[in-house]
């Protein structure tokens, strides 16, 4: 167990039930599973991301989106996949969802060049910005484990449901899973809403929002 996550929750007063919903089991596989070669870098990943065909989204994307920020981020930001302005750019967030992210990172004072690392669980844009499939993220996950081991972020934050369901390894809904911090490959995540989601509904999300970011910046700083 991660004992700065275990003193961050008791600090929120948050219950320590943080490791239901199979987390346990999930973290036991990913720390047997996971060797890295001792050469690997960022740039690597992102030629072998280049090159993938590892799964369907490779046959109608433009440009492969492997994330894109600083080592040793502040914080590591993880969507589900890149969409339309990201697949003509390879830039993750850069269309209107980003730009408002940018915002909220302004607000607990996060640059991109200086403080973030921002990726996404898989790299290649799914049609019509559907969901990725379960195939798609299990066939592009060996990436983003690997880029996590080298960036080695203080903290990770995931936006949206699937980014969440994902890496703390439940099917809850992100409304439940939102609310206090798990930890994935030993690295402290904190769960949000996605960008578009407050976007399409800010009565709803903003306020939840704005009480994660504080969670995140109250972390930061009890570093
Ligand atoms: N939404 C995401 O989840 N990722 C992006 O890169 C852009 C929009
Ligand atoms: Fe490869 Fe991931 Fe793109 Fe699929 S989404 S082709 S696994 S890089």
């Not at 943080?18 to 973290?27: A, I, K, S």
């Not at 967030?93 to 980003?98: D, E, L, N």
């Not at 302004?106 to 996404?120: E, M, P, T």
């Not at 769960?191 to 939840?208: A, D, F, I, M, Q």
Request: net charge positive; aromatic share 6%.
């Amino acid at each position: 167990m991660n004992s700065k996550v275990e003193r961050f929750n008791r600090l929120l007063d948050l219950s320590m039930d943080y490791l239901e919903d199979g987390v346990r089991r999930e973290h036991r596989e990913i720390e047997a599973g996971a060797g890295i070669r001792k050469e690997d870098s960022l740039t690597t990943i992102e030629a072998e991301i280049a090159a993938c065909s590892k799964c369907r989204l490779c046959e109608n994307r433009n440009k492969t989106v492997p994330g894109k920020g600083v080592l040793n981020p502040k914080v590591m930001i993880i969507g589900e996949g890149p969409g339309a302005e990201e697949d003509k750019t390879g830039i993750p967030f850069v269309g209107r969802a980003g730009q408002y992210m940018d915002k909220w990172m302004d607000a607990i004072d996060l640059k991109r060049d200086k403080d973030l690392f921002i990726g996404n669980i898989v790299k290649c844009r799914p049609p019509g910005n559907r969901d990725p499939h379960p195939d798609e993220i299990e066939a592009c996950r060996g990436y983003l484990e690997r880029q996590i081991k080298i960036l080695k972020p203080s903290l990770i934050m995931t936006v949206g449901r699937i980014a969440a369901q994902e890496l703390i390894g439940s099917s809850s809904g992100i409304g439940r899973l939102r609310g206090r911090m798990y930890d994935y490959m030993g690295i402290p995540l904190i769960p949000t809403y996605h960008p578009s989601g407050v976007l399409r509904n800010p009565e709803n999300y903003r306020k939840p929002v704005w009480e994660d970011l504080k969670a995140v910046r109250k972390f930061l700083d009890s570093l």
